[in-house]
């Protein structure tokens, strides 16, 4: 998409902001509008490089001005959508962290990765609800839920423990928000992603965690059925202080993969218990007898080290993924899904995780907010890894995972793991009971009704389904 800027409003722009502002060509752009997962290439018209809550007032204003779309980009995991003829705020130099061991919060800025607030609560003895990733931005994550699979089954969804926001909103206003003032709109942020302005900062809750007993056990695939039943055994009697995870692995035959993971088909059990390992080993040693573990990491651990349990990849990639919440997963389900991507079957995709769910995930928070879907039992998601433009290419063999898991599903998905395929009206509905998504679309229209925010997965102020 062709954009032409007026160079007196570029100049404007530029003058008022105190990071950068690039449009295509300049040098710096690249780096400026690169994601996370190099499969989407950004062409903004213009990107602007946000110093401070100040600067996002004025790139919005300059938008609204223009007429063109507000797109963001922190660390650029939840990218799915095109910027292309937008204005582009990137949110990187908004980092700030600050912890009130006292009232057991913090407050980040807009692009703080999970690391470096894991980091600075652990000085103080606390934790915040973080995902499987390091390098994942928090405010992103959290505004779409915040899944963690270390904490969630015992504290629930990240946004469940949202204090206090900023956004700036599509007339340029910063507001601050919380239960008391703008309830609506901060209902709707927290589940309801970054479709109503753009979230400078957010105080949220951490919790009394320092350590916790986990890691990862990997097995070759010639004993997956067995590591299967095992897994199905624990979680079925696993309490809420244990989440236990399992992906099915084809990694290729790099340096940064462990040598007995390379070129090999593997399976990988997430372990995160909330307690002392002598506590934790007995719940996991059915698992341990179930096969010989190529490599076992399960012990106790900080929890500053809790990205060595799902070892997610440390740099950008090209993905192409699919997700679906599952309601149960009986054993015709893990037949299922070891006959469609199992070892010896003849698949693109690269990774298929089934993560637990349940316990305070499953339960109604202190302040409701628009995170839907609390009543999956497993969260079932995958990726195929590849070149820019190969969308069309792996959706067949992502979709036949999907269909394969069909009978399980719920029919729901998580915000945070609606993927490039999952970009229809529908397809983001299905992301909300039908009550909840209905009042997003009315807190859509009263505070971005020419949806000026709609680069994301969109709820959109005209559209009810």
Request: overall charge negative; some cysteine.
């Amino acid at each position: 998409m062709t954009c032409v800027i007026d160079r007196d409003n570029l100049a404007r722009l530029t003058a008022e902001v105190a990071g950068p502002v690039l449009v295509p060509g300049d040098e710096g752009y690249p780096t400026e509008t690169a994601t996370w997962n190099t499969a989407l290439v950004q062409r903004p018209a213009v990107a602007v490089g946000a110093t401070s809550a100040a600067d996002v007032q004025a790139a919005v204003r300059f938008a609204d001005a223009n007429g063109l779309p507000v797109a963001t980009v922190a660390t650029g995991h939840g990218a799915v959508v095109a910027a292309d003829g937008a204005v582009m705020i990137n949110l990187r130099r908004i980092n700030g962290v600050s912890v009130d061991a006292g009232s057991r919060t913090a407050t980040i800025g807009a692009a703080v990765k999970a690391r470096q607030l894991i980091e600075a609560a652990a000085e103080v003895g606390l934790a915040p609800l973080a995902g499987s990733s390091p390098n994942v931005g928090m405010v992103g994550y959290v505004l779409g839920g915040g899944l963690s699979p270390t904490l969630g089954r015992t504290y629930g969804f990240a946004a469940d423990h949202v204090h206090t926001a900023e956004i700036v909103s599509s007339d340029g206003s910063l507001r601050r928000i919380d239960t008391d003032h703008e309830p609506d709109l901060f209902w709707a942020i927290r589940g309801g992603q970054g479709n109503f302005g753009v979230v400078t900062s957010l105080t949220i809750g951490l919790v009394p965690v320092t350590h916790l007993y986990g890691g990862g056990l990997y097995f070759a695939g010639e004993h997956v059925k067995q590591v299967i039943d095992a897994y199905r055994r624990l979680v079925a009697a696993a309490p809420e202080e244990l989440t236990v995870s399992f992906a099915f692995l084809r990694l290729p035959p790099v340096p940064s993969v462990p040598e007995p993971l390379r070129d090999r088909f593997t399976v990988h059990v997430r372990i995160a218990y909330l307690g002392p390992a002598a506590n934790g080993q007995p719940l996991v040693a059915d698992l341990r007898a179930a096969a010989p573990a190529l490599i076992d990491t399960v012990a106790e651990m900080p929890y500053t080290a809790i990205a060595a349990i799902h070892a997610d990849p440390v740099e950008p990639a090209p993905t192409y993924e699919m997700s679906a919440l599952l309601r149960d997963f009986p054993a015709e389900a893990a037949q299922a899904l070891i006959a469609a991507a199992g070892p010896g079957v003849d698949t693109p995709v690269g990774t298929i995780e089934v993560r637990q769910l349940g316990g305070a995930l499953g339960r109604e928070p202190r302040m409701p907010n628009a995170v839907g879907n609390r009543d999956a039992a497993f969260q079932l998601s995958a990726a195929a890894f590849g070149a820019p433009g190969r969308a069309e290419e792996f959706r067949a063999p992502l979709a036949a995972l999907a269909d394969a898991m069909a009978r399980w599903t719920t029919g729901g998905k998580q915000a945070n793991f609606l993927t490039g395929y999952d970009t229809t009206v529908e397809a983001v509905a299905r992301a909300y009971e039908p009550n909840t998504y209905h009042r997003l679309v009315e807190v859509k229209r009263a505070f971005d009704p020419r949806n000026m925010f709609r680069v994301n997965h969109n709820i959109s102020p005209g559209r009810h389904t």
